[in-house]
């Protein structure tokens, strides 16, 4: 089966990316998982620290997910998971 995949700025609608190849049908899943991660530190570490992949070096740090209004921002397309999760049961209770 021929598939393709795009994916497009949520802000401006731009295509960031797109590619089109072939899969046997059997290996064709019917939903998308996104996971997300709550990890509390014992000791200390770095404030950021950085991450080169897809092509881009990206700056990683901690932060409290906390009230809406103290939450960090993150790139636009990532931003509406991310209130999602934590606007959950699941977000209240790491707040």
């Known amino acids: 089966m021929q598939v393709s995949y795009e994916e497009r700025d949520l802000n401006t ?3 960031m990316a797109s590619h089109l190849g072939w899969v046997k049908s059997d290996a064709l ?4 998982r ?3 991660c709550h990890l509390a530190l014992r000791e200390s570490a770095r404030d950021t620290w950085f991450v080169q992949t897809d092509g881009h070096r990206f ?3 901690w932060a409290d997910p906390g009230a809406p209004d103290t939450r960090p921002s993150i790139v636009a397309p990532q931003q509406s998971w ?6 959950s049961e699941v977000g209240r ?3």
């Open 59 to 61: 700056e990683l740090f």
């Open 93 to 95: 209770v790491w707040s």
């Open 29 to 32: 899943g019917q939903r998308r």
């Open 82 to 87: 991310l209130d999602v999760l934590l606007d």
């Open 13 to 15: 609608g731009r295509l």
């Open 34 to 36: 996104r996971s997300f």
